[in-house]
């Protein structure tokens, strides 16, 4: 039975490029795991997008002197293109500036008023006497009164990460000039106070299988600290509306942190409303798909359009369903406390007020919202032993890394290096020395080896053995190759993600050892049955090894799937929609599954059951079933070997 996960990962904000910080901290692990479950055959839902509000966004556009909505759709498009370069396999990647995110969030947010989880209270505020308004805190800098650094944020101070209080800043001044006084300001409050016993339960509950430093910043936080009220509102004219009579109107807006996390949410309904492509219509355009997907199982178009709209139950009302959250340490506590207590806060009443004559949910469950099943954040990547940063040009930039290396040498050394358990470093030696002494070395050249002997030798085909003649060593190899789906697989149900890579290439190097000691390039002269015995073993070791590595290295997994003479594809392919509302356009980046690529067998990868209208997906986590044989396509090299010289010259171009 397939299961539903959900891959949530970080919103980026829409005033930075992404380096290769930001993608081995959540990009690239939502994206492994993601792939790992479509070739499980499962459910899976990739979303997140660009968060298009906030003051980061808004600063950004003021130094830039463009409108912040030109602003942010300049960042948009080019986190587009950076996905599509380095495969990161996004079912819906859209942004928190859209019609329906904005109708989401305000349910979310009613739901807890009405469930007694909000109130309004009164607070002191900076305020700009010749601008005539409320200055929000990234807008306003002074002294940290816990630690004295000198360029703490009002709200907060990034050398000791404290939450800070805007009154008590020492010194402080407005980014813009300008004189300030504090005044008196009103907002809604989450009480956080209330929801600390439901908090805690939750995350006790998952206490047992997440990392602990996770549950060091969230539960343990808790426990000594206590889950204290927080403003959900604030002065601020760009970002959604307060659905609340006058709030709107008096200049204040939904806090960007309250929204943001709404955003897996509202992007999983968003994809819900669009239209789909299934391995049932691959003959049909991609425009109305919705309807004939579904006419196997139903034939009434109308019925089957709001069934398809209501898909993102699967994964949010469905105490089956799995979502992991794959994010930066700086953003552990927001999702591991504050975002599960809005959605316990929220409750049934979201869905009342948000859609108020649902189909009853897959599982007959109660109406309550999902929770996080998993928070697996990592730490952060430093680079040649310093923190990376945008204004001194410290950085390996994601859009400009593929423009001198492939992304899945870039893939491999950023998984290689995770920085799973503590912050790690990238070293542009170690990256020159991994990719020419594992990459190419160990795996690359393995591939490639057999696959040109074997062409050669046999005449573009696999060796026509008889399995059953297979040697105690051939079988003993297959073993461990089968059992690496075990292995691996375990490592990555429970993302640890530089473990299972490493199990990968430890049995890559097995395959080398078996051949340096059965040696077929020797044998072919003597013994051809035998060399034949062993290149079909290794052929189909290196077949197996090829979906074991393809979560991390797609491109090349693709590839040398190519070379074995599949025609079906490993994975899907990424396009990017235009969608439009009321709000305007934004372009999507979305995922058009191999199913819909091409014409499986019906029923290959589940039943045609009315829920597989949502993903179907081919089940393709398996040892390889190569037949002896089997026409082959002409070989060549997966990688490229990295001249020394790349180390110098990268590390010249940093600081510059
Ligand atoms: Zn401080």
């Not at 004559?357 to 990547?381: C, H, I, R």
């Not at 030696?429 to 990719?435: D, L, S, T």
């Amino acid at each position: 039975m397939p299961e539903n996960i959900l891959i949530a990962i970080a919103w980026p904000y829409a005033n930075a490029e992404i380096h290769v910080g930001n993608i081995t901290g959540s990009y690239l692990p939502g994206d492994i795991v993601a792939r790992y479950h479509r070739l499980k055959g499962n459910k899976v839902l990739m979303v997140s997008g660009t968060d298009s509000h906030g003051t980061p966004v808004t600063i950004a556009a003021d130094k830039e002197g463009k409108p912040v909505e030109e602003v942010y759709k300049e960042y948009h498009n080019g986190f587009l293109e950076l996905f599509q370069g380095w495969g990161i396999t996004y079912d819906l990647f859209t942004t928190t500036h859209t019609e329906n995110h904005f109708r989401v969030s305000q349910a979310i947010f009613l739901a807890l008023k009405e469930n007694d989880f909000l109130y309004t209270d009164k607070s002191m505020q900076w305020y700009s006497p010749s601008k005539k308004r409320f200055l929000p805190d990234r807008y306003v800098e002074g002294t940290c009164y816990i630690c004295g650094y000198e360029a703490a944020r009002s709200d907060q101070c990034d050398n000791c990460g404290n939450v800070l209080e805007p009154e008590k800043l020492i010194n402080p001044r407005s980014k813009e000039g300008g004189a300030l006084e504090l005044r008196e300001t009103e907002h809604f409050y989450l009480d956080l106070s209330k929801l600390e016993p439901n908090v805690k339960d939750f995350l006790t509950k998952r206490q047992s299988y997440w990392r602990d430093t996770v549950i060091g910043e969230s539960l343990r936080k808790i426990e000594s600290e206590g889950l204290k009220p927080r403003p959900i509102t604030r002065d601020l004219d760009w970002g959604i509306d307060i659905p609340v009579e006058g709030w709107t109107e008096a200049g204040k807006r939904i806090y960007v942190w309250f929204e943001a996390v709404i955003g897996y949410l509202s992007a999983t309904i968003e994809w819900s409303a669009l239209p789909q492509e299934h391995r049932d219509d691959v003959s049909g355009g991609a425009g109305d798909t919705t309807s004939s997907a579904e006419e196997s199982t139903n034939r009434d178009p109308q019925h089957s359009k709001s069934r398809q709209k209501e898909a993102w139950r699967e994964w949010w009302i469905n105490p089956e369903a799995r979502q992991f959250y794959f994010i930066g340490k700086d953003n552990i506590f927001f999702h591991a406390a504050w975002w599960p207590a809005q959605l316990m806060g929220a409750g049934d009443k979201f869905l009342k007020i948000f859609s108020p004559s649902p189909l009853p949910s897959p599982a007959g469950e109660g109406e309550s919202l999902t929770l996080p099943y998993d928070v697996p954040a990592n730490q952060f990547m430093n680079l040649e032993g310093q923190k990376i940063s945008g204004s001194r040009n410290w950085g390996v930039w994601g859009r400009d890394a593929l423009t001198r290396y492939d992304p899945d040498a870039l893939r491999y050394y950023l998984t290689v290096n995770m920085p799973e358990a503590k912050d790690s470093d990238w070293n542009w030696a170690e990256f020159v020395a991994r990719n020419n002494n594992e990459l190419v070395a160990t795996w690359g050249n393995l591939a490639n080896r057999v696959l040109s002997f074997c062409y050669k030798h046999w005449d573009g085909h696999v060796p026509t053995v008889d399995e059953s003649a297979l040697r105690p060593a051939d079988l003993d190899l297959l073993g461990a190759i089968e059992n690496g789906f075990n292995t691996v697989g375990a490592e990555l149900e429970a993302v640890r993600l530089r473990s299972a890579i490493g199990e990968t290439m430890k049995l890559a190097t097995a395959v080398n050892q078996y051949l340096d000691l059965n040696a077929p390039w020797r044998d072919i002269k003597t013994d051809k049955d035998s060399a034949a015995l062993t290149v079909f073993t290794a052929l189909k070791a290196i077949d197996s090894l090829k979906i074991l590595f393809s979560p991390f290295l797609p491109f090349t997994s693709q590839k040398l799937h190519g070379f074995f003479g599949y025609e079906t594809p490993l994975f899907g392919e990424q396009y990017i929609e235009e969608i439009k509302d009321s709000l305007g356009t934004h372009n999507g980046l979305r995922y058009r599954a191999p199913s819909a690529l091409t014409s499986y067998p019906k029923g290959s990868g589940g039943s045609s059951s009315p829920q597989d209208v949502s993903r179907p997906e081919v089940e393709a986590w398996k040892p390889s079933e190569l037949k002896p044989g089997q026409k082959l396509n002409q070989p060549g090299p997966l990688f490229k070997k990295l001249e020394e010289s790349v180390i110098d010259e990268e590390r010249a171009r940093l600081g510059k």
